[in-house]
């Protein structure tokens, strides 16, 4: 289902006329991926773990045609997304993180059905496909303007979007950050059923417990490689999960000389 093959982005440092309209961290260039390569299947929910800058956002952008690799490729149920970006965006359904990908001047109801419609759904088809989704997600009855929910009602909106057109593949950037435990667990049995009925999910979280309890599969992705990719049993066997998985999310110390 989603392929990624040796992908590495570099961000080029600002040089001539580009420093007098842009802002930037570094004077260097930054590496923000490292030759990553992984894969998800269908009917599986891959967890993508790191510290923060360790490039989860970035291979996120990217899987979604946001961002285009500086090399390497990705395939997303057989289309490539540089050469095939549109096809792409058809398979994929996409929740980031701090993104307003809401009308909120709309109802929930009424920004599933207009999402629904958008992406290839006939009308009747989106009304029905809202009103499930919003069962399934704890909104059926609380369908008012976007701009008067909480963050965590928005947080679920923002997922039954990214499944209104019954995308094969689901790339969430902590889609559960702004939900209580209760609302946590819930999205928690939804993605498990929805990966059970064929779905590929890449779940970026930083709640280890999630992790280990919703995800088959782990990519630890550190400095911008990937230092583990492997089952959730793996790590279980390897002295406890949190354990062995938080050893590696450790980031190397820098060389004394760039300390200095």
């Not at 990624?4 to 930037?24: H, L, M, N, Y």
């Not at 990217?62 to 289309?79: A, C, F, H, Q, W």
């Amino acid at each position: 289902m989603l392929q990624v093959d040796s992908v590495s982005k570099i961000f080029p440092r600002q040089r001539g006329i580009q420093k007098a309209f842009a802002r930037a961290a570094s004077e260097d260039d930054v590496v923000a991926l490292r030759s990553v390569g992984f894969s998800v299947d269908a009917g599986r929910i891959v967890g993508l773990v790191g510290p923060n800058g360790a490039g989860k956002t970035t291979l996120m952008r990217i899987i979604s045609t946001l961002l285009d690799p500086s090399t390497g490729s990705v395939e997303v149920n057989g289309y490539e997304s540089t050469t095939a970006a549109v096809d792409v965006r058809r398979n994929i359904g996409l929740v980031l993180a701090d993104d307003r990908s809401l009308y909120w001047r709309l109802t929930g109801r009424q920004n599933l059905e207009f999402f629904g419609v958008m992406q290839g759904l006939s009308r009747s088809d989106a009304v029905g496909r809202s009103d499930e989704l919003l069962e399934r997600l704890g909104l059926a009855h609380r369908d008012k303007l976007v701009f008067g929910y909480s963050s965590g009602m928005r947080a679920r909106l923002s997922l039954g979007r990214a499944m209104i057109g019954r995308p094969p593949l689901l790339l969430l950037d902590e889609p559960t950050r702004a939900l209580d435990p209760i609302a946590a667990d819930d999205m928690a049995d939804l993605l498990r059923q929805t990966a059970e009925a064929g779905v590929a999910v890449l779940l970026s979280s930083h709640r280890l417990d999630e992790v280990e309890n919703v995800c088959d599969d782990v990519v630890a992705l550190v400095d911008g490689g990937i230092r583990f990719d492997g089952t959730v049993e793996e790590l279980r066997c390897n002295g406890g999960f949190s354990a062995a998985l938080r050893a590696m999310l450790v980031v190397d110390p820098a060389p004394a000389e760039e300390q200095s």
